[in-house]
């Protein structure tokens, strides 16, 4: 097994015979590169896999079926590990890692871009200093900073001023959390915008809307319209 590739949000690995051949020549599922390297921890009777140590003792990995690797050291020692294979459902229930402005994912987890995150901190500002929603769409254009499909529009900027995720925190959806409940995570990468700020942010978010919908008697479509 010395194949690998990415489904878009996991990396996999593949029977190399299959990758070549196809399922007839090797009929072993897909395996998880996480998982992976967790099994070979456990081989290796590590806590977390160290790469030069398994290339310095490991001459091979077989699969013998589809829930067990055999790791194959380079001393003759044979280690059977059970592990839990990919399979092709497990695709739409994957944590998506989705990206957003101001954040890469990584092997680590959510990294700040530093130029994403100053547009970040230049839209929030500018909210609390009260500036509408197509004012901020300008303000960030003219400052010469995009969306990821180019165009700032009100969308992409009421978008980012609701998203938790700036103050460091994520919330995990029922079907991607492996509890199968609604999981928030707390710390769960460095945050760009404080706590404080983000709620008072919030706040100013509701009463405009309350004041638009007072005085306009607007639609749940027609809320943003609020914001200009």
């Given at each position: 097994m010395n194949g690998n590739k990415t489904d878009g949000m996991q990396e996999i690995w593949i029977?190399?015979?299959?990758?070549?051949?196809?399922?007839?020549?090797?009929s072993t599922r897909n395996i998880r590169g996480d998982r992976i390297r967790e099994a070979a921890a456990k081989a290796l009777g590590t806590t977390v896999f160290d790469e030069a140590v398994f290339a310095s003792r490991v001459d091979k990995i077989v699969a013998p079926g589809d829930d067990t690797l055999e790791f194959h050291f380079r001393d003759g020692t044979v280690v059977s590990v059970p592990v839990e294979t990919y399979k092709p459902n497990q695709q739409s229930v994957s944590d998506p890692h989705k990206p957003f402005p101001g954040y890469v994912w990584t092997k680590q987890g959510y990294q700040i871009v530093p130029e994403e995150a100053d547009m970040v901190k230049l839209v929030f500002r500018l909210y609390f200093e009260g500036q509408s929603i197509n004012v901020?769409?300008?303000?960030?254009?003219?400052?010469?900073?995009?969306?990821?499909?180019?165009?700032?529009?009100?969308?992409?900027?009421t978008r980012m001023l609701d998203d938790?995720?700036?103050?460091?925190?994520?919330?995990?959806?029922?079907?991607?959390?492996?509890?199968?409940?609604?999981?928030?995570?707390?710390?769960?990468?460095?945050?760009?915008?404080?706590?404080?700020?983000?709620?008072?942010?919030?706040?100013q978010r509701k009463a405009r809307r309350d004041k638009w919908n007072q005085g306009r008697h607007a639609t749940p479509d027609r809320v943003e319209e609020g914001d200009k």
């Open positions: 029977c190399y015979g299959k990758n070549s051949k196809g399922t007839a020549f090797c901020i769409c300008r303000e960030v254009a003219d400052a010469g900073y995009r969306s990821f499909r180019g165009k700032v529009s009100s969308r992409f900027i938790e995720r700036y103050t460091g925190r994520r919330t995990l959806a029922a079907r991607y959390s492996g509890t199968g409940r609604e999981e928030l995570l707390l710390n769960d990468h460095e945050a760009i915008i404080s706590d404080e700020l983000f709620e008072q942010v919030r706040a």
